[in-house]
């Protein structure tokens, strides 16, 4: 069964950083595109970032600078390191994996994890 | 950016209901629609603008290409009411509709 389990979250003050955790089963994170994607309380979804399968890296503007996407291929883990924290980035934080398409550059989110909560208060 | 319309939709079990979501350039055909229930990850309904995946129910269909996209559930249940997104998957940064709430009338 693909699974993904997201740990990490927690209060942290303003200007904080925090890394977060991914630990997946039932596929080999090396050879797929791991997102996360965060939902700040009452809000919408809001895609953070993607780390493909050749190491590649996207981010949203939001977090550009701030926040580096990574992966332990033994430990069959991914990271969001995060940094220079401030309220905005309150939010569940959702690992989320993504399957693309064969013969397109096209991938669509498929496998959602439960998410973690981060908190960035005084 | 995405735009959804409605913001939200108050319906009874067995209508039909009809979102729609809007790109502000052409995303082809890159579009997914995801359900989310209250605390409660999102869901994939929907991939490449109208296929459904294993295990999701026929009710559930999507339609558009280019910029317009429309998400029909037909004969809604009760595990429905629930908060509709779409995304694109075109370009990055990957980006979501505002969302839809289908609730109860």
């Known amino acids: 069964e693909v699974q993904l389990v997201e740990s990490g979250g927690g209060l942290v003050q303003p200007g904080g950083s925090l890394r977060l955790s991914c630990a997946a089963s039932?596929?080999?994170?090396?050879?797929?595109?791991i997102n996360w994607v965060r939902q700040a309380p009452g809000k919408g979804l809001e895609w953070v970032s993607v780390?493909?399968?050749?190491?590649?890296?996207y981010y949203a503007d939001s977090v550009t600078g701030r926040f580096t996407i990574s992966r332990h291929n033994s430990k069959n883990t991914v990271y969001l390191q995060m940094s220079s924290l401030s309220g905005d980035d309150t939010a569940i934080y959702y690992c989320?994996?993504?399957?693309?398409?064969?013969?397109?550059?096209?991938?669509?989110?498929?496998?959602w994890g439960e998410g973690t909560a981060v908190t960035v208060s005084s | 950016q995405m735009t959804q319309s409605p913001s939200s939709v108050s319906a009874s079990v067995g209508d039909t209901v009809t979102i729609t979501c809007r790109a502000s350039?052409?995303?082809?055909?890159?579009l997914a629609w995801y359900q989310q229930r209250p605390g409660k990850a999102p869901k994939l309904l929907i991939h490449?603008?109208?296929s459904v995946p294993s295990g999701v129910p026929s009710r559930f269909s999507g339609s558009g290409s280019g910029t317009d996209f429309t998400l029909t559930i037909s004969s809604l249940q009760p595990e429905d009411f629930a908060t509709y997104y779409c995304?694109?998957?075109?370009?990055?940064?990957?980006?979501f509709g505002g969302g839809t709430k289908v609730d109860f009338k």
């Open positions: 989320a994996l993504g399957v693309v398409i064969t013969g397109t550059d096209y991938f669509y989110i498929d496998v």
């Open positions: 039932g596929f080999t994170v090396s050879s797929n595109y």
């Open positions: 780390m493909y399968n050749d190491g590649s890296t």
């Open positions: 350039q052409d995303i082809r055909s890159w």
């Open positions: 490449a603008a109208s």
């Open positions: 995304q694109q998957g075109d370009s990055f940064p990957l980006t």
